[in-house]
């Protein structure tokens, strides 16, 4: 029964102190009861830690669609980061390009220009799809955790701790009303002290008033304490901006390392794609067309064909020579290639040959040599050493 009696009484001054606090907000929106002003530098710091919030947010939600633009894929990693699961690993855009484009060369063949080609551009895409993993991994361990951690945990309890200021400000405010009545009715009580009821009212007044002071006291100290509290809380924003710009600087980092990346993977597949064969092999690997030369490629003295398009086609001015005149000369691989029968010699990209030009052989193509083994190699594969 006495527990039950003091959880009583508790609910009651519980209720009693919100219809305070409700009655005190209300007057104050109406105009009807003053309001205590916190201080300016309070009021700039709770300003601070507002628009830190606001644009924390927008700045944290705008990266997440920037590292993952499938909406659908971050509510799944949501969803697995609410479970504190790991979410399972998926492949990404340039890695699933990359895999179509390996896929594709290897059914075209990797002894043609084409099919080889989609290869060195699905490996280098593959590659991008590693180094946009990477991105996202580091970018949101040391970027988008921190921010979300100011979030979910600094400025929550900012909040909660501003509210309490809130509350206590409501207090204090209501403690004051409750005072200057008291005062106001002594005041009427003692201008009527002719009558002994007269007299007991200005007692019972002067012991509200009494009452009213202490509670002034007691609010007062509290709504001092808190809001020292909600001031050191506020100071800490200074701090937190300094943090986020050590994590700024670090998805900076993160994005200069993936576009340099990126940029190097690329330039090493232009220069490849830029050095690739003239003569275009069919997948049969017996006839050959001539594709659009590029424009460095058409230089003074090197033999031009014109073909039923009425495009110029040229072929690398040094196979022309070795072509045209005996003896032999080393030639760096450009490609991989596969042998298609035993007359054929299989290359490997980068390796360094020995090429020769034997009469009556296809124009497109030298006799190679390996230590030992010898074997037909496609011209378009070849790059003469001086």
Not at 214 to 219: D, K, P, V
């Amino acid at each position: 029964m006495n527990i039950m009696d003091f959880n009583v009484k508790k609910l009651a001054a519980d209720a009693g102190t919100f219809l305070s606090r409700a009655v005190q907000f209300t007057e104050e929106k109406l105009g009807q009861a003053e309001k205590t002003e916190l201080d300016a530098h309070l009021e700039n710091l709770l300003s601070k830690a507002e628009c830190t919030k606001t644009w924390t947010e927008k700045i944290l939600k705008q990266t997440e669609v920037l590292l993952q633009p499938n909406p659908n894929a971050r509510i799944e990693e949501f969803v697995y980061e609410k479970l504190d699961r790991k979410a399972p690993s998926r492949i990404n855009n340039p890695e699933l390009l990359g895999q179509y484009m390996i896929d594709a060369g290897t059914e075209f063949g990797p002894g043609t220009a084409y099919g080889n080609a989609l290869i060195k551009c699905g490996e280098t895409q593959k590659r991008i799809g590693t180094a946009d993993r990477e991105l996202i991994q580091t970018s949101a361990l040391n970027f988008l955790t921190p921010l979300r951690n100011f979030i979910e945990g600094d400025y929550k309890t900012i909040a909660k701790e501003r509210k309490l200021l809130q509350n206590k400000r409501l207090d204090l405010d209501a403690a004051k009303t409750r005072l200057k009545k008291a005062k106001a009715a002594e005041t009427r009580a003692s201008q009527l002290n002719s009558a002994r009821l007269e007299g007991d009212n200005i007692m019972i007044w002067a012991e509200e008033v009494t009452k009213s002071e202490q509670e002034l006291r007691i609010t007062q100290s509290e709504f001092d304490r808190q809001a020292e509290i909600t001031r050191l809380l506020l100071e800490g924003i200074s701090s937190t901006h300094a943090h986020h710009l050590r994590c700024l600087n670090d998805f900076v980092e993160a994005q200069m390392t993936y576009y340099a990346q990126c940029y190097q993977y690329m330039l090493d597949l232009q220069k490849q794609l830029g050095s690739f064969p003239s003569n275009y092999h069919c997948n049969n690997n017996q006839t050959s067309v001539a594709p659009i030369p590029s424009a460095s490629s058409n230089v003074a003295g090197s033999p031009a064909l014109t073909s039923t398009s009425g495009l110029v086609m040229t072929s690398p001015p040094n196979l022309i020579d070795l072509k045209e005149c005996s003896g032999s000369r080393k030639a760096r691989v450009l490609y991989d290639y596969d042998a298609a029968n035993s007359s054929e010699l299989s290359l490997l990209a980068d390796e360094v040959i020995t090429v020769f030009s034997v009469v009556g052989m296809d124009s497109d193509w030298l006799m190679g040599e390996r230590g030992t083994q010898k074997g037909r190699v496609p011209i378009t594969y070849l790059e003469l050493l001086n």
